[in-house]
T-cell receptor
Framework: SQKIEQNSEALNIQEGKTATLTCNYT??????LQWYRQDPGRGPVFLLL?????KEKRKERLKVTFDTTLKQSLFHITASQPADSATYLC???????????FGAGTRLFVKA | SAVISQKPSRDICQRGTSLTIQCQVD?????MFWYRQQPGQSLTLIAT?????????ESGFVIDKFPISRPNLTFSTLTVSNMSPEDSSIYLC???????????FGPGTRLTVT
């Protein structure tokens, strides 16, 4: 069955450092992959989408990579700030992309 | 983008009763989805709400328990029927504007069943 794995343990980093979150998937070949941010008590907010033919995508301090051979995506936040503290969800989608399945998420804490 | 509102934002219900959650979108959208998020867990897709036809349910979810209506392209309801404490969760409405677009989420409805 399709499986999405994200670091289950929280990631604690110091302000100003780069946070790197990992998303691995098995048993399917997504046409694209999305990353979302979720704050406690709120719905997820879309951050970035990367397609299977793209190796890397950037948006301000965010960078996503997508390695279809390794079946992995990495999500980087550079110059991290305490306001970046949240849960980050990975969501690979199959061709057709009519529905999106989410990973369990990784909780990020950025300490001042 | 799309702005989504949900009603109610939270509710406490007794077991055996039903609750209907409303989802309103500020623009016409083709695809609308209902998710559940239990405490500390990720989102689980309940169903895809189809305009003018029956919803498409994911494995483990059935229409009798979670009936869904979608009368037009901006509105949907999810009913949680015959509730039990296991139904305590956050229920989220979500939309896509096209097959490959990002999803937008409502603020969620926090349901507690006692």
């Amino acid at each position: 069955s399709q499986k999405i794995e994200q670091n289950s343990e929280a990631l604690n980093i110091q302000e100003g450092k780069t946070a790197t979150l990992t998303c691995n998937y098995t048993n399917y070949s997504p046409a694209y992959l999305q990353w979302y941010r979720q704050d406690p008590g709120r719905g997820p907010v879309f951050l970035l989408l990367i397609r299977e033919n793209e190796k890397e995508k950037r948006k301000e301090r965010l960078k996503v990579t997508f390695d279809t051979t390794l079946k992995q995506s990495l999500f980087h936040i550079t110059a991290s700030q305490p306001a970046d503290s949240a849960t980050y969800l990975c969501a690979p989608s199959n061709t057709g992309g009519f529905k999106t399945i989410f990973g369990a998420g990784t909780r990020l804490f950025v300490k001042a | 983008s799309a702005v989504i509102s949900q009603k109610p934002s939270r509710d406490i219900c007794q077991r055996g009763t039903s609750l209907t959650i409303q989802c309103q979108v500020d623009s016409q959208v083709t695809m609308m989805f209902w998710y559940r998020q239990q405490p500390g867990q990720s989102l689980t897709l309940i169903a895809t709400a189809n305009q003018g036809s029956e919803a498409t349910y994911e494995s483990g979810f059935v229409i009798d328990k979670f009936p869904i209506s979608r009368p037009n392209l901006t509105f949907s309801t999810l009913t949680v029927s015959n509730m039990s404490p296991e139904d305590s969760s956050i229920y989220l409405c979500s939309v896509k504007t096209g097959g490959y677009d990002e999803q937008y989420f409502g603020p969620g409805t926090r349901l507690t069943v006692t």
